[in-house]
């Protein structure tokens, strides 16, 4: 999703990114014992909860958030005061760097045992997922856990959170070992109501990072992913 369109859509008065509570998924399978001494990236985090969730039991918590308002409200929501220092936000053992997702390096990122991933690649179109993929790559190393978080719905619709199935994730993601921990219908879910879909399914992935992928494995599986589901 382009800068423009990822700050328009904090500005709706209930953006189809955010919720108002820690999310069901992560107190289920990201429980506090999970977390202990452990470093959590949490890419496009807006401005969730989850990342409040996280700072209470893990040992360090990384958010990117490219727009700077959204950072200042989550501080704000959230009565939680900070730190800035050129573009880190730091609160404690939480830190939003405000920048571009992929300007992050892996020095900033430093060690990641666990990448929470709730509506990152569902926000990106399927153009921009190699990129994301490979930035992915870049800030993790084999070993690292990576739970991700996807809506499939139809009719799709051309436009973030865009729907992405089960067999899409296993092609993206060639180098993980991948547990598909929950697939349920959620027929009160509010996009179903907005975009009167037919079905919406929300989807959670425990994986586990096995080796690092190649920038051509990656072109692949999304290439393959292009033909097979747009």
């Not at 039991?57 to 700077?68: D, I, L, S, T």
């Not at 092609?171 to 179903?192: A, D, T």
Request: glycine share 4%; aromatic share 14%.
């Amino acid at each position: 999703m382009e800068k423009q369109a990822w700050a328009e859509s904090w500005e709706e008065t209930n953006s189809r990114f955010h919720r108002q509570d820690v999310h069901p998924y992560v107190l289920k399978h990201l429980t506090p014992f999970a977390l202990m001494e452990k470093s959590i990236l949490v890419p496009l985090c807006g401005r969730s909860l989850d990342l409040v969730y996280f700072s209470q039991f893990a040992e360090r918590v990384v958010g990117v958030e490219k727009v700077e308002g959204v950072i200042l409200q989550f501080f704000a929501e959230n009565q939680l005061a900070y730190e800035k220092v050129g573009e880190r936000y730091i609160s404690n053992n939480l830190t939003i760097f405000c920048k571009d997702l992929f300007a992050l390096t892996p020095e900033e990122a430093g060690e990641i045992d666990l990448v929470y991933d709730r509506a990152s690649l569902a926000a990106l179109p399927l153009p921009m997922r190699v990129g994301y993929l490979q930035k992915m790559e870049e800030l993790t190393s084999p070993g690292t856990e990576y739970f991700l978080n996807t809506l499939e719905y139809a009719p799709e619709m051309n436009a973030a959170p865009y729907s992405i199935a089960p067999e899409e994730v296993y092609g993206y993601f060639p180098n993980y070992v991948i547990k598909h921990v929950e697939s349920p219908e959620v027929p009160y879910h509010r996009l179903m109501r907005k975009f009167n879909l037919h079905y919406l399914r929300e989807h959670g992935f425990l994986m586990r990072k096995l080796h690092d992928a190649s920038y051509a494995s990656l072109v692949e599986a999304a290439s393959r992913s292009f033909y097979e589901f747009s």
